[in-house]
């Protein structure tokens, strides 16, 4: 069965993939289900378990892996966990073991994916600051890099029965996912393995890899047997929802240089007896300088990458259609706009004698107060030169999230 992928271009400028393994059985937890497909509370494990890794910070592909029979449910799960974010979401069929599962995962991944999170749904509960942190890490490092926990129980080694040998645990830790690596070492990694292993980092440092390791957290426990599950049901109910304002702020600039055969759009206004600009579309460079700054904050991309000049449909196109656009996607991504402010370098046009034309027209169009000022850059530069303009936005956006706490 082919992936189930998104649209073309939805994995655009996204360097970091999430392979979600989500394809065992729930034999060990006495369930008829698959293990990811396990209510707990009334939820999914995968659900769950989707819910950390759609609170990352880091825009990234997910791709689950999921039993052949439970694809549809699992797409179904991942589009109402991660909302706007779904179009980067890919489903895939898992193997009869779960080498061959995240193999299959990563043939999923986009080309420009550069590090790649292994994370099993089983660890449901596990935090998306972890994941976060497994990201940091490979940047920083370009190792592979694995989450652990102290070993806090005495260890024994045992034969024919008995203990023969207490070990030293100082040295041990119990490691959990998500696990993070260098797309290309992975890969390779997995192209010329040659037996099982226990888990990716294992395999990893089998080709002779450097893994790291950072600090994990309790929560990320692996749900495996009756007792897991029980365990997992006693957290929800002493789970306290409390939602706090996540406040993101958001910067975008962009340049135009006039051109005297086309009218002038700016500010969403039209400037009668103006030198108009050079552009795809309309070249309304505040417009667009406030588009790149919406899709920064909400951590969307930027302008080229949701309205390409290949698309004859955004040819002359008013700024009024990119910013009503860019508010939608703002919006379903969760995101309040609080304000705008915009500042125009140029010598003409006058901004001062249309700004509250300007600053009405705009908040209309972005729904929430947008500021315009102006200013010259003394004759420096190609705007000095009269040679065009350019435009810096800046925005405040607002969102409610709701965290987990004990």
């Given at each position: 069965m082919p992936p189930d992928t998104a649209g073309t271009g939805a994995h655009s400028g996204i360097v970091v993939g999430i392979v979600v393994v989500a394809a065992g059985s729930g034999s060990r937890l006495g369930h008829p289900d698959p293990k990811a497909f396990v209510p707990v509370a009334g939820r999914s494990i995968l659900a769950h378990a989707l819910e950390g890794v759609f609170g990352s910070t880091e825009r990234a592909q997910v791709v689950i892996v999921a039993p052949a029979d439970w694809v549809a449910e699992a797409r179904d799960l991942a589009t109402a966990v991660a909302g706007a974010a779904h179009e980067s979401v890919t489903v895939v069929v898992g193997s009869a073991s779960r080498q061959g599962s995240v193999a299959a995962g990563l043939a999923a991944l986009a080309p420009g994916i550069e590090i790649v999170l292994v994370h099993d749904a089983a660890r449901s509960f596990t935090p998306s600051a972890q994941f976060d942190a497994v990201i940091k890490a490979v940047r920083q490092t370009g190792a592979g890099v694995i989450p652990g926990l102290p070993v806090s129980d005495t260890i024994k080694r045992v034969g024919d029965g008995r203990a023969t040998a207490t070990i030293d645990r100082s040295d041990l830790v119990a490691v959990q996912t998500p696990q993070g690596f260098p797309r290309a070492q992975l890969a390779s990694a997995y192209a010329e393995a040659s037996a099982d292993h226990t888990d990716d980092a294992a395999l990893f440092a089998a080709a002779g890899h450097e893994v790291r390791v950072i600090e994990g957290d309790s929560q990320a426990f692996k749900i495996t047997t009756p007792w897991d599950l029980r365990r997992a049901e006693s957290l929800i109910p002493t789970?306290?929802?409390?939602?706090?304002?996540?406040?993101?702020?958001?910067?975008?600039?962009?340049?135009?240089?006039?051109?005297?055969?086309?009218?002038?759009?700016?500010?969403?206004?039209?400037?009668?007896?103006?030198?108009?600009?050079?552009?795809?579309?309309?070249?309304?460079?505040?417009?667009?300088?406030?588009?790149?700054?919406?899709?920064?904050?909400?951590?969307?991309?930027?302008?080229?990458?949701?309205?390409?000049?290949?698309?004859?449909?955004?040819?002359?196109?008013?700024?009024?259609?990119?910013?009503?656009?860019?508010?939608?996607?703002?919006?379903?991504?969760?995101?309040?706009?609080?304000?705008?402010?915009?500042?125009?370098?140029?010598?003409?046009?006058?901004?001062?004698?249309?700004?509250?034309?300007?600053?009405?027209?705009?908040?209309?169009?972005?729904?929430?107060?947008?500021?315009?000022?102006?200013?010259?850059?003394?004759?420096?530069?190609?705007?000095?030169?009269?040679?065009?303009?350019?435009?810096?936005?800046?925005?405040?956006?607002?969102?409610?999230?709701?965290?987990?706490?004990?």
């Open positions: 789970v306290e929802r409390v939602e706090r304002v996540e406040t993101r702020t958001g910067i975008g600039i962009d340049v135009h240089a006039f051109d005297t055969a086309r009218p002038l759009w700016l500010g969403g206004v039209f400037w009668p007896g103006e030198v108009g600009l050079a552009g795809h579309s309309d070249g309304d460079a505040v417009s667009h300088a406030i588009c790149d700054a919406l899709l920064s904050a909400a951590g969307l991309g930027d302008l080229g990458s949701n309205f390409g000049t290949a698309e004859p449909r955004f040819a002359n196109a008013r700024g009024e259609v990119f910013l009503s656009a860019t508010v939608e996607l703002v919006t379903a991504a969760g995101f309040m706009i609080n304000n705008v402010s915009v500042q125009v370098v140029a010598n003409h046009p006058k901004i001062g004698t249309r700004r509250s034309e300007i600053e009405i027209r705009l908040s209309d169009c972005v729904g929430a107060p947008v500021s315009v000022a102006a200013t010259t850059s003394d004759r420096l530069g190609f705007t000095g030169r009269g040679e065009g303009l350019s435009v810096i936005a800046t925005c405040l956006l607002e969102r409610n999230r709701e965290r987990r706490t004990r």
